[in-house]
T-cell receptor, first 112, second 113 residues
Framework: DTEVTQTPKHLVMGMTNKKSLKCEQH?????MYWYKQSAKKPLELMFV???????ENNSVPSRFSPECPNSSHLFLHLHTLQPEDSALYLC???????????FGEGSRLTVL | GENVEQHPSTLSVQEGDSAVIKCTYS??????FPWYKQELGKGPQLIID?????GEKKDQRIAVTLNKTAKHFSLHITETQPEDSAVYFC????????????FGGGTRLMVKP
């Protein structure tokens, strides 16, 4: 079992749909992250939350909307996505923003 | 910002042989260099890291070396086993500035039995 849990594992959506990805950690970490992993590209940092406050937004399009209600939960709300947004979305947490990252298994998103 | 290049993108070795993956970075202020292993269907997991005050670190069959002058660092896996097959990512950051990690493009290692 992973210590960072992501749901759903797989998601297929149309370009007009609205869906959300969920991430949960009970490691007591205060920082949480969303990364995008596409084929043949480096891991791309999307958002960082530290103590529930967003500290990084790496020029991500507004069709991706993060939400961090508390230090243990992180959401990524998706709407009007494009086919090129199809990728594996990884959530991670860490004790501080410069410590070891603990990743979930990811949510595989396919946009039709 | 930091830029991390990783080579090779794919590496195939025979079981028992050694494997070496190399990374270069651009920001001379970077001082923390972790390596992550990603198995099929799983998220990346930290396997070893090195800080700029040391040149080499070893943990059983894996070792990492760092050359700050040349701005490159390498992962060495000896006596490879089929379970070493995975994608390996290097990364770099300036911990003193609390910077985020910048990842390399990944190396797919295949260990043939």
């Amino acid at each position: 079992d992973t210590e960072v849990t992501q749901t759903p594992k797989h998601l297929v959506m149309g370009m007009t749909n609205k869906k959300s990805l969920k991430c949960e950690q009970h490691l007591g970490h205060n920082a949480m992250y969303w990364y995008k992993q596409s084929a043949k590209k480096p891991l791309e940092l999307m958002f960082v939350y530290n103590f529930k406050e967003q500290t990084e937004n790496n020029s991500v399009p507004s069709r991706f909307s993060p939400e961090c209600p508390n230090s243990s939960h992180l959401f990524l709300h998706l709407h009007t996505l494009q086919p090129e947004d199809s990728a594996l979305y990884l959530c991670a947490s860490s004790q501080d923003t410069f410590r070891e990252l603990f990743f979930g298994e990811g949510s595989r998103l396919t946009v039709l | 910002g930091e830029n991390v290049e990783q080579h090779p993108s794919t590496l195939s070795v025979q079981e028992g042989d050694s494997a070496v993956i190399k990374c270069t970075y651009s920001d001379s202020a970077s001082n923390y260099f972790p390596w992550y292993k990603q198995e099929l269907g799983k998220g990346p997991q930290l396997i070893i890291d090195i800080r700029s005050n040391v040149g080499e670190k070893k943990d059983q069959r894996i070792a990492v070396t760092l050359n700050k002058t040349a701005k490159h660092f390498s992962l060495h896996i000896t006596e490879t086993q089929p379970e070493d097959s995975a994608v390996y990512f290097c990364a770099a950051s300036n911990n003193n500035a609390g910077n985020m990690l910048t990842f390399g493009g990944g190396t797919r290692l295949m260990v043939k039995p």
